[in-house]
T-cell receptor
Framework: AQTVTQSQPEMSVQEAETVTLSCTYD???????LFWYKQPPSRQMILVIR??????QNATENRFSVNFQKAAKSFSLKISDSQLGDAAMYFC?????????????FGQGTTLQVKP | DGGITQSPKYLFRKEGQNVTLSCEQN?????MYWYRQDPGQGLRLIYY???????QKGDIAEGYSVSREKKESFPLTVTSAQKNPTAFYLC?????????????FGPGTRLTVL
């Protein structure tokens, strides 16, 4: 079974600085998708970024980028030029390509505090 | 506006009572999901449905039931058999269960058992 681990329950960053959130996962599959979701205080889950395992190039979305290390099974999220609106809980998630359920497997989450 | 609605936002239940959480989507999505969120544990899949009139158990289905009689609706019933039902419940949908299709989430329902 696949598992996702986020070992940082809480992180903080100064506004305009850069922060990296860590995520590791365990799987025997070679093809899958990885995601970072943001859950602000409103608790609405928002997709931040997505990475296909077969792509070597790291995904980027504006100020958000990932460092995908397939051999190490690591998938970290880098937030550049942090803004107050980035304060939220961030979840790393895994989705199998071979499974027909479409389910997401989530990590425990990292709460990010942004200091003005 | 297209999206997913969940109601109510907050729900209180006495022990021994069944309660139903509503999830409606007007995105014309085939696949729908129910997740449970507990502090420090992330989200876990309760039930999912890939198409109307069909649904499957997820990882923590015990004490829960669902129905999928209409494409746009996927209600979750928390039964008295669920030993620890106090949690935040999130409904999601996607065009299909194909992994490339993004899952969109509703705003959630906070259930508290008194």
């Amino acid at each position: 079974a696949q598992t996702v681990t986020q070992s940082q329950p809480e992180m903080s960053v100064q506004e305009a600085e850069t922060v990296t959130l860590s995520c590791t996962y365990d799987t025997s599959e070679s093809d899958y998708y990885l995601f970072w979701y943001k859950q602000p205080p409103s608790r609405q889950m928002i997709l931040v970024i997505r990475q296909e395992a077969y792509k070597q190039q790291n995904a980027t979305e504006n100020r958000f980028s990932v460092n995908f290390q397939k051999a190490a099974k690591s998938f970290s999220l880098k937030i550049s030029d942090s803004q107050l609106g980035d304060a939220a809980m961030y979840f790393c998630a895994y989705r199998s390509v071979s499974s027909n359920t479409g389910k997401l497997i989530f990590g425990q989450g990292t709460t990010l505090q942004v200091k003005p | 506006d297209g999206g997913i609605t969940q109601s109510p936002k907050y729900l209180f239940r006495k022990e021994g009572q069944n309660v139903t959480l509503s999830c409606e989507q007007n995105l014309n999505h085939d696949a729908m999901y129910w997740y449970r969120q507990d502090p420090g544990q992330g989200l876990r899949l309760i039930y999912y449905s890939q198409i109307v009139n069909d649904f499957q158990k997820g990882d923590i289905a015990e004490g829960y039931s669902v129905s999928r009689e209409k494409k746009e609706s996927f209600p979750l019933t928390v039964t008295s058999a669920q030993k620890n039902p106090t949690a935040f419940y999130l409904c999601a949908s996607s065009i299909s269960a194909v992994p490339t299709h993004e899952q969109f989430f509703g705003p959630g329902t906070r259930l508290t058992v008194l």
